[in-house]
């Protein structure tokens, strides 16, 4: 049980295109929904905390407008970058929680800017 | 803010040895203390956890231990084998909140 899964895996966007991100948890109902980022040889960096329902909570220095985050579902939240630039490329990565306090991470989508 | 340290950042072991990665924390709040495994290209792998009412906790050959005293924990791994090379993150968190990050373990197991 708790398997988190990321659409798509990996995407080539083009520099001022939007990429939408989709995280889905495949056997639970997830309370919360968390976006991370992460750089090569890194740890994780939180983006944002989403709950159903509700809009999205974003770590300070994470711009809200460009990180469209929506959490429709108690099983579905996406992450859409809006006018994507070279500096936006990155390993995207996104948890679940039960609301127990665990997270469960889905695969990552690996996001490159040309 | 909780602030999370992780030591060693690269640990190279010879397959069959034991293999300990040791994470400090900060804030005392912290009651919950998760071990994800990464490998590369793939998202973390939570491979142990364990609550501050628990001083340890184990599952075949990897154990964790907590001392909330020290405000410390580490990751123990027995009998290593390759498949276990990977990047290893430890965290706290507090009543399901944000996660804090240990820095990472790059851990290599030499056939």
């Known amino acids: 049980g708790a398997v988190v899964s990321q659409h798509p895996s990996w995407v080539i966007c083009k520099s001022g295109t939007s990429v939408k991100i989709e995280c889905r948890s495949l056997?639970?109902?997830?309370?919360?929904m968390f976006w991370y980022r992460q750089f090569p040889k890194q740890s994780l960096m939180l983006m944002a905390t989403?709950?159903?329902?509700?809009?999205?909570?974003?770590e300070q220095g994470v711009e809200k407008d460009k990180f469209l985050i929506n959490h429709a579902s108690l099983t579905l939240s996406t992450l859409t970058v809006t006018s994507a630039h070279p500096e936006d490329s990155s390993f995207y990565i996104c948890?679940?929680?039960?609301?127990?306090?665990?997270?469960?991470f889905g695969p990552g989508t690996r996001l490159t800017v040309t | 803010g909780e602030n999370v340290e992780q030591h060693p950042s690269t640990l190279s072991v010879q397959e069959g040895d034991s293999a300990v990665i040791k994470c400090t924390y900060s804030?005392?709040?912290?009651?919950?203390f998760p071990w994800y495994k990464q490998e590369l290209g793939k998202g973390p792998q939570l491979i142990i956890d364990?609550?501050?009412?628990?001083g340890e906790k184990k599952d075949q050959r990897i154990a964790v231990t907590l001392n909330k005293t020290a405000k410390h924990f580490s990751l123990h791994i027995t009998e290593t084998q390759p498949e276990d090379s990977a990047v290893y993150f430890c965290?706290?968190?507090?009543?399901?909140?944000?996660?804090?990050f240990g820095t990472g373990t790059s851990l290599t197991v030499i056939p």
């Open positions: 364990i609550r501050s009412n628990v």
């Open positions: 948890s679940a929680s039960r609301g127990a306090g665990e997270q469960y």
């Open positions: 989403s709950n159903e329902g509700s809009k999205a909570t974003y």
């Open positions: 056997d639970f109902q997830a309370t919360t």
């Open positions: 804030d005392s709040a912290s009651n919950y």
């Open positions: 965290a706290a968190s507090s009543y399901g909140n944000q996660f804090y």
